[in-house]
């Protein structure tokens, strides 16, 4: 069966600082790959959707990026973080194709002080 | 793109009761609407979905409605219980082949008092 993890859990961070989040998928191969953002009490805000390695389309302008250096491992970065990056960012992946269910990672709640 | 729109933003209901959360979507050419459950800090759980050549769909105790023509559907939770209770997200897949992704609701909380 597939899984997705993400990682860490939890991480506070001041701001300024640099951000590395890593999300992998185990059990498919070739997956779509999303980053999302939940702000408090929020929907979901889709930052940034990959279909294959170094493949990366932008949804927002905004002060995080996106890489995928292997097809199952998915990197939420940015150099310098702002007060405003902080919520709750999950991971998601689904099969290729059309109609397609997304499944979720438990999500990393990000703190910046 | 997509604008999907949900209501209510709240929902108590007593165990045992029904609970109902609709949604409305813009894009006519929208072609999969799926609905997601999260518990407090998790990640959301796909519960069902449904795509547009279907009208109605059920899971034992959860049911999802499609009405395209007034571009709307509803998620129909039957004989509630406490462990129903959590924060429920529809979302909508649009057809701008450019971006392979869904457009989320803004979530509605469900409380399900025992």
């Known amino acids: 069966s597939q899984t997705i993890h993400q990682w860490p859990a939890t991480l506070v961070q001041p701001v300024g600082s640099p951000l590395s989040l890593e999300c992998t998928v185990e059990?498919?191969?070739?997956?779509?790959l999303y980053w999302y953002r939940q702000a408090a009490g929020r929907g979901l805000q889709l930052l940034f959707y990959?279909?294959?390695?170094?493949?990366i389309s932008s949804e927002v302008p905004q002060n995080l990026s996106a890489s995928r250096p292997q097809d199952r491992q998915f990197i939420l970065s940015s150099k310098k973080l702002l007060l405003s990056d902080s919520g709750f960012y999950l991971c998601?992946?689904?099969?290729?194709?059309?109609?397609?269910?997304?499944?979720f990672g438990d999500g990393t709640r990000l703190s910046i002080l | 793109g997509e604008n999907v729109e949900q209501h209510p933003s709240t929902l108590s209901v007593q165990e045992g009761d029904s609970a109902v959360i609709k949604c409305t979507y813009s894009?006519?050419?929208?072609?999969?609407f799926p609905w997601y459950k999260q518990e407090l800090g998790k990640g959301p759980q796909l519960i069902i979905d449904?795509?547009?050549?279907?009208g109605e769909k059920k899971d034992q105790r959860i049911a999802v409605t499609l009405n395209k023509t007034a571009k709307h559907f509803s998620l129909h939770i039957t004989e509630t219980q406490p462990e129903d209770s959590a924060v429920y997200f529809c979302?909508?897949?649009?057809?701008?082949?450019?971006?392979?992704?869904?457009?989320f609701g803004s979530g509605t909380r469900l409380q399900v008092q025992p």
């Open positions: 998601a992946w689904s099969v290729q194709g059309a109609r397609q269910p997304q499944h």
């Open positions: 449904i795509r547009s050549n279907v």
């Open positions: 990959s279909v294959g390695i170094g493949q």
């Open positions: 979302a909508a897949r649009g057809m701008d082949t450019g971006r392979r992704a869904l457009t």
């Open positions: 894009d006519s050419a929208s072609n999969y």
């Open positions: 059990g498919t191969s070739n997956p779509n």
